[in-house]
């Protein structure tokens, strides 16, 4: 089993950033990839980010393509979301999550095996 802690949600007004960190523990030598979701009010869960432990590849959902940074530091067993240019329509809870298996990045984006229990991020306009 993996666990995950997500840290550095919080209230940031429309054009500001955030940073979100994850840290994983228990059978972290079985991660192959860890991402992030979110789900905002009313809405559904939705893709944002994910990362391949092995080679770094990345992908991004579409709304926050080029205003979001995934990235890992294998060492430290976390995984980090770097958020630009919020705006209001970025406020949701965000979850991380991690596979100890490979899927596609098609399959990365409609669910992983380990979740987080999420942290809130408002966006003010």
């Known amino acids: 089993q993996v666990q995950l802690v997500e840290s550095g949600g919080g209230l940031v007004q429309a054009g500001g950033s955030l940073r979100l960190s994850c840290a994983a523990s228990g059978r972290t030598f079985s991660i192959y990839t860890m991402g992030w979701f979110r789900q905002g009010p009313g809405k559904g869960r939705e893709f944002v980010a994910g990362?391949?432990?092995?080679?770094?590849?990345?992908a991004y959902g579409v709304p926050v393509t080029g205003r979001f940074t995934i990235s890992m530091d294998n060492a430290k067993n976390s995984v980090y979301l770097e958020m630009n240019n919020l705006t209001p329509e970025d406020t949701a809870s965000y979850y991380c999550?991690?596979?100890?298996?490979?899927?596609?990045?098609?399959?990365?984006?409609?669910?992983?095996?380990?979740w987080g229990k999420g942290i809130l991020v408002t966006v003010s306009p």
């Open positions: 999550a991690a596979d100890s298996s490979y899927r596609t990045w098609f399959g990365v984006k409609a669910g992983m095996s380990y």
């Open positions: 990362i391949r432990r092995s080679g770094g590849s990345t």
